[in-house]
């Protein structure tokens, strides 16, 4: 039964102390998070696996990704372990490193030596990579000068990738690209996009010599759902309510919206709010009902009326957390997410640039 799941990862747990540390994001189920040592947005759970070196094992109830990232910024003896391998994420998937690297030799045909520093000192192209995409393709942006961004820093990151070069490529998410680069003043005209499947991404040579951020054609396809009707329809029932959405939306959603930021930005959004606030929420509902469940003296509501959970996100069950904890206390290590070493320096030091990147 669920309860005797539940006691059994307890007890686990509490044999384990602190040998182990469980991590959680965000959009991990309520049967999951009761159980975690630390639930947070991305860049927050990056930082958590780089914060506890004494733990032995990390289990990371999160998405493939986040549990490379985690790999990559703990210690070496230590061991991360995500509880179900099939837990990964569709926007990342739409880039992989040979279709970047296709793209990085095609830009160099547009764009001369990427490594050469013009007048100004800076190189054509700075490559940014959202923190949603595999270690091989952070490996990929560590050897070309370039970073990692989550969707909290992404604004950051982006002021730094210009200081060093004229143009971005940023991948997966062309959401994420296109809401922050609009916000710092990019004009749309000059964020082409790029589609792996056609020669020079399906511009022409004039659209890429005006370029300053390329964007790769992947989205997410929990956060592609929320539309500017599903806001007007929630500001005619609600008058008063706030729109907070993910960037992950679609540009027109999230011009629309009151305001957007990372999970962890609507989190605070919300606990910073007077009692009797009204909340519509673009992002997913495992976070968006357990909101609502923490703050009863708010109204709190997803945006989408159909319930749209992050269906690899909801992979990992308890289950599969009793399993992983049971065996480390058999002294057996499962599931564990290691990059191999050739991708892990350079991922690592596009990692180590965000983390130093100064707002
Ligand atoms: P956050 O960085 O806001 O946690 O987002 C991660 C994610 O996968 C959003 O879809
Ligand atoms: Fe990936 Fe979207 Fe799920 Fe986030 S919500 S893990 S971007 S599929």
Redesign the pocket.
């Known amino acids: 039964s669920d309860e005797e799941l539940h006691a059994r990862i307890r007890a686990a747990k509490a044999t384990l102390g602190d040998r182990v540390v469980v991590l959680g ?3 991990q189920r309520d049967e999951v998070v009761e159980h975690a040592d630390f639930t ?6 990056a930082n958590a696996a780089k914060g506890r070196p004494d733990a032995e094992a990390i289990v990371f109830c ?2 493939h990704f ?1 549990a490379e990232t985690a790999d990559l910024l703990s210690g070496p003896e230590q061991a991360v372990i995500l509880p179900n391998l099939a837990a990964g ?1 569709s ?1 990342a998937d739409m880039a992989d490193e040979s279709s970047v690297e296709e793209a990085w030799e095609q830009l160099e045909e547009v764009y001369g030596d990427l490594s050469a520093p013009g007048a100004d000192g800076r190189v054509p192209v700075i490559p940014v990579t959202y ?2 995409s595999s270690a091989a393709l952070k490996g990929f942006v560590g050897r070309h000068g370039g970073i990692v961004c ?3 820093n992404a604004k950051t990151v982006l002021e730094w990738a210009f200081e060093r070069g004229e143009r971005v490529l940023f991948f997966p998410d062309q959401h994420l690209g296109r809401n922050t680069a609009k916000a710092m003043g990019v004009p749309l005209e000059q964020m082409p996009m790029w589609n792996p499947r056609k020669p020079l991404g399906g511009n022409t040579l004039d659209e890429l010599e005006g370029a300053r951020v390329i964007l790769w054609h992947g989205f ?1 396809s ?2 592609k759902r929320f539309t500017v009707d599903q806001i007007d329809a929630a500001r005619a029932q609600h008058p008063g309510v706030q729109v907070i959405v ?3 939306c679609p540009m027109p959603v999230v011009d629309a919206a009151d305001a957007s ?6 989190v605070k959004a919300i606990q910073a709010a007077p009692a009797g606030s009204t909340f519509a929420i673009g ?2 509902i495992n976070l968006v009902q357990r909101l609502a469940a923490e703050h009863p003296e708010h109204t709190i509501f997803c945006l989408d009326p159909v319930v749209c959970p ?1 269906s690899t ?1 909801y992979r990992i069950h308890p289950g599969h957390l009793a399993w992983v904890l049971e065996e480390l206390v058999a002294g057996r290590v499962v599931n564990r997410i290691a990059v191999a070493d050739e991708v892990a320096e350079p991922a690592r030091l596009a990692l180590e640039r965000m983390l130093a990147a100064k707002p």
């Open positions: 994001h965000f959009y947070g947005d991305s860049f927050q759970l999160g998405v986040m994420c926007m923190m949603n989550t969707s909290s997410c929990v956060h993910h960037p992950e930021g990372s999970t962890d930005f609507i992002t997913e992050c996100m």
